[in-house]
């Protein structure tokens, strides 16, 4: 795997992965403050949450199970002296399906978190990391 960081100016940077995506961030910078994109740590946090949410969307529907959507919403502490590292960070996962079996997506999330997610497994030496869910059954508007 390969990446490319280029400084524009200021703390913008565009970062560009092997595959040729391009992103936009930094931090905030001169007297108005302004922020070109997330910061390099906020990507972190959300290549965490896509990293997981991927897992758990594909362990779903290997086992058949009607899966809509997934959605990720993290909350994290990072500690106060450099560097400053995740300590703590809560994965809060909105499943959407019809009749979805709640063993199957715990089951996919514990998968995700403990065993397949990269990103989890990285951060984990750091932070303590938790979860939880909700389903949204979506057969019953029918």
């Not at 740590?41 to 199970?65: N, P, W, Y």
């Not at 960070?89 to 009749?99: A, E, L, P, R, T």
Request: aromatic share 8%; proline share 4%.
């Amino acid at each position: 795997m390969k990446a490319r960081i280029k400084w524009v100016e200021g703390r913008t940077f565009v970062g560009e992965s092997g595959s040729g995506h391009k992103v936009v961030f930094g931090t905030a910078f001169g007297e108005d403050g302004q922020t070109p994109g997330p910061s390099p740590m906020e990507l972190v946090l959300i290549g965490t949450g896509g990293c997981s949410a991927f897992d758990v969307v594909h362990i779903l529907e290997k086992g058949r199970e009607a899966v809509e959507d997934c959605v990720v919403e993290l909350d994290a502490d990072r500690a106060e002296s450099d560097p400053k590292v995740f300590t703590r960070i809560h994965m809060h996962f909105v499943v959407k399906g019809k009749s979805l079996a709640p063993a199957k997506v715990q089951r996919a999330i514990d998968l995700s978190i403990e065993k397949y997610c990269s990103a989890s497994a990285m951060l984990a030496k750091t932070a303590t990391i938790t979860h939880d869910f909700e389903i949204f059954d979506t057969a019953a508007k029918s």
